[in-house]
């Protein structure tokens, strides 16, 4: 794999020039980029620098690419890292500070010429502070092991960035330019400065074992296709990609030597991959504030080839897929499970089996105990899927994996996350017998050591999964981390969800356009209207009700404090800022969807009022139609009458190309 740099220095020209100069080698070839006109040039070796050129004080750990905003284009550039271990001898790096250089001269970041421009700068920088981003510039960290074997000699003569799996290069579309450059120019190869980063989680742990040094490692990456937040991501796209596609890789690595000793090399690799994604439907949760969103499921022409494009690369990718579905039987999410289940017996898969567990009917009253009826459903698969053997003794690997588990919840977060904790435990404790490390009759559990190592690796992963799709950490996550369910856990569980409703009702519409522009589902069109980002279009007594509804409240407060001469004087007081509140909070929730935070760059309207076949659990929040999304959608259907509607044109997060 040919190397990446690791140090730049940054020098600027006034208002002509920021180039970009290797640490080490020495004289290796600089990086230019023009301001006014964004051209970039690799420099011959040695070049040197203009008289007039100012360094800059922090050290450029990589370049993560540019991003075009309305005012200027922007280079996203890496000024902080956190080691987080070593993996196959290489270091991996959790990025932890940035900072965002204006090609345009007249642009300042620190004071942005408009409201737009500072709106979408903060879009950006809440994408690269909110989420967990690693890399490193020796190892792909967007492949599994297993793949990465199987393509070692083709690797051989590739950049990092040509090797990366696209699924979870998650800065592929801010290294655009500079991939295109490459590609385009045979001399400017600018490979050395493309650095891939992965939005997912990372955990290595020593620890010794029964006299044995071993590694427990854990990977997750998360899919750039279909990304976004919990309730605006759902289901399938037409190209067959779904909301919250995670893949998750246990290694564990058996040492040759003493960590200690300072020497480093693994004889044995071992690893273990499982995948998560949102049920493979044109689905939704329609937000109206509601505690419990209206499901929506739309029966769009193409959904048979959406999910069996889906499949099929699955099964391409990882060989025979299991499907565990861990949703509802029944109550609000019954109509999701058996949809899914008719979807799957009309496509009739080969290699694609379909398993259901009954999660919250088999675990309630905190019986987590009996995930294990999950484990003896699917054993049989696991053994036959395997894991990927590797041992340095040997020419070629002692095991392939030929199968995975693919689990999904509503959210793919914490059901799934148990579900996940309770097989890769199930395959680690198998593992170590097949080496034998442990004897047979003993368990993970009875190595306090490990176990602990392995609870609080899966817990964080679980925590940090959960944070980016729906804003807050896992539920269930005391199980993972203890082996136990407790009533504080049962408590901390009903904060989070709390938390939860709050942020995706109120806060996510801005974090889901975030994820929009940074992975490129959403590029300006010709009509795009950039005051559409900050202008409030609601009507004045939409806006102004929730300002009733606090005052009323304050009111009240405050004659709780009042002197009162009688408590008859103030019945008359309280009486009427109590049915003003009540009014106030019954029209809010009567027109719940209108103080949802929807997204902007992206709106979801034709999902939001979708009236073709399918499946709707209510409508509620909607109003009398007086408010801006009611009006933007009745104006869509009147067109769409006249000039005939087709259900494929219903969109489901896809580019807009109005």
Not at 454 to 463: C, I, L, Q, T, V
Not at 642 to 655: I, P
Request: charged share 25%.
């Amino acid at each position: 794999m040919k190397p990446l740099h690791q140090r730049l220095n940054l020098y600027t020209d006034g208002n002509e020039t920021y180039t970009f100069v290797p640490v080490e080698p020495v004289g290796a070839r600089s990086l230019t980029i023009y301001r006014n006109s964004g051209d970039i040039v690799l420099n011959p070796p040695n070049t040197p620098l203009p008289a007039t050129a100012e360094r800059s004080g922090k050290t450029i750990y990589g370049i993560l690419g540019m991003v075009t905003l309305v005012a200027s284009e922007y280079i996203i550039i890496l000024t902080g890292r956190e080691l987080k271990g070593r993996l196959m001898g290489q270091n991996v790096y959790h990025a932890t500070d940035y900072d965002i250089l204006p090609l345009n001269p007249d642009v300042s970041v620190a004071n942005p010429p408009n409201a737009v421009e500072a709106h979408l700068q903060a879009l950006v920088r809440s994408h690269l502070y909110g989420g967990y981003f690693l890399f490193s510039y020796g190892w792909d960290l967007t492949r599994r092991l297993q793949a990465q074997w199987t393509a070692i000699e083709g690797d051989k003569e590739k950049a990092l960035w040509e090797a990366a799996d696209d699924r979870f290069f998650w800065n592929r579309f801010l290294q655009t330019r500079l991939i295109d450059v490459t590609i385009s120019k045979g001399d400017n190869n600018l490979s050395p400065y493309i650095l891939p980063i992965v939005y997912g989680t990372f955990d290595i742990r020593p620890t010794r074992l029964n006299g044995h040094y071993v590694k427990l490692c854990l990977i997750s990456r998360r899919s750039r296709y279909r990304a976004g937040t919990r309730y605006f991501r759902r289901g399938i796209d037409h190209d067959g990609n779904v909301a919250n596609y995670n893949e998750t890789e246990q290694i564990l690595f058996v040492e040759s030597a003493n960590p200690e000793s300072g020497e480093e090399g693994s004889s044995v690799q071992l690893s273990f991959v499982q995948i998560r994604g949102s049920v493979p439907l044109f689905w939704a949760e329609v937000n109206t504030l509601r505690y419990k969103p209206d499901v929506q499921i739309m029966d769009l022409q193409d959904t048979l080839d959406a999910t069996r494009k889906h499949f099929l690369r699955q099964t391409s990718e990882y060989g025979q897929t299991n499907l565990v579905n861990l949703v509802n039987h029944k109550g609000h999410e019954q109509p999701v499970k058996e949809a899914y289940e008719h979807q799957m017996a009309e496509l009739n898969l080969p290699n694609v089996r379909y398993d259901y567990f009954d999660f919250h009917t088999e675990c309630k009253n905190m019986r987590w105990e009996r995930i294990s009826i999950l484990l003896d459903k699917i054993q049989d698969d696991l053994i036959k899927n395997g894991y990927f053997h590797l041992d340095s003794t040997k020419n070629k690997p002692v095991h392939m994996q030929t199968g995975v588990i693919r689990t999904n919840c509503m959210d793919n977060l914490d059901r799934t996350n148990v579900a996940q904790a309770a097989i890769a435990k199930w395959t680690l404790n198998r593992q170590l017998k097949v080496l034998g490390i442990l004897p047979e009759g003993d368990e993970l559990d009875n190595h306090e050591d490990i176990a602990k190592d392995f609870r609080e690796m899966w817990s964080d992963h679980a925590n940090l999964i959960s944070i980016a799709y729906s804003g807050t950490g896992a539920l269930k996550v005391e199980f993972t981390r203890t082996g136990k369910r407790t009533h504080v856990g049962a408590l901390e569980d009903g904060y989070k969800s709390v938390m939860r409703y709050l942020k995706n009702n109120f806060f996510d519409g801005a974090r889901q356009d975030a994820f929009d522009l940074m992975t490129g589902a959403w590029i300006p069109g010709r009509n795009w209207s950039p005051s559409s980002l900050i202008a409030d279009r609601r009507p004045l007594i939409v806006r102004a009700v929730p300002y009733v509804l606090w005052y009323s409240v304050f009111m009240i407060f405050a004659g709780l404090t009042l002197p009162r001469s009688s408590d008859y004087s103030l019945t008359y007081y309280f009486l009427l800022w109590i049915i003003l509140a009540a009014l106030s909070l019954t029209f809010i929730m009567f027109h719940g969807i209108e103080y949802v935070s929807w997204p902007r760059l992206m709106p979801l309207n034709d999902i939001i009022f979708y009236d073709g076949p399918g499946y709707r659990s209510g409508n509620h929040g909607k109003g009398f139609g007086i408010g801006s999304l009611d009006a933007k959608v009745g104006a869509k259907r009147k067109g769409r009458k006249r000039a005939g509607s087709r259900l494929d044109e219903v969109e489901m997060g896809s580019k807009r190309l109005d």
